[in-house]
Nanobody
């Protein structure tokens, strides 16, 4: 069973820092591109950051570019989201998403898996 489990959420002050983690299990970690999304109260879920299956490519939403960094640790099958200088608008539930690279797709394994989310509250 492929799973992703987020951790590291909590209360952070504006201008502070927080690191989220997403642990992947149940299949080959390197077969999956990884994404972070967030959903603020009363709003739709939005894309935050992406990292390719080999870690060589990253993309960010304009709203977090230059402040957030996504990375992956192949020794721990984990993806991190380093959040620097968050703003109150970043208060949301942050979700991790694992999407299999099409050439690695196999019967019986889901193409995409979401975590349950971790709450981040940015407030002084």
């Amino acid at each position: 069973q492929v799973q992703v489990v987020e951790s590291g959420g909590g209360l952070v002050q504006p201008g502070g820092s927080l690191r989220l983690s997403c642990a992947h299990s149940g299949d080959v970690f390197a077969n999956y591109a990884m994404n972070w999304y967030r959903q603020a109260p009363g709003k739709e879920r939005e894309f935050v950051a992406y990292i390719s299956s080999n870690g060589g490519s990253t993309k960010y939403a304009d709203s977090v570019k230059g402040r957030f960094t996504i990375s992956r640790d192949f020794s721990r099958n984990t993806v991190h989201l380093q959040m620097n200088s968050p703003t109150p608008e970043g208060t949301a539930v942050y979700y991790c998403d694992a999407t299999v690279v099409p050439i690695f797709a196999r019967r019986g394994y889901p193409g995409e898996v979401w975590g349950q989310g971790t709450l981040v509250t940015v407030s002084s």
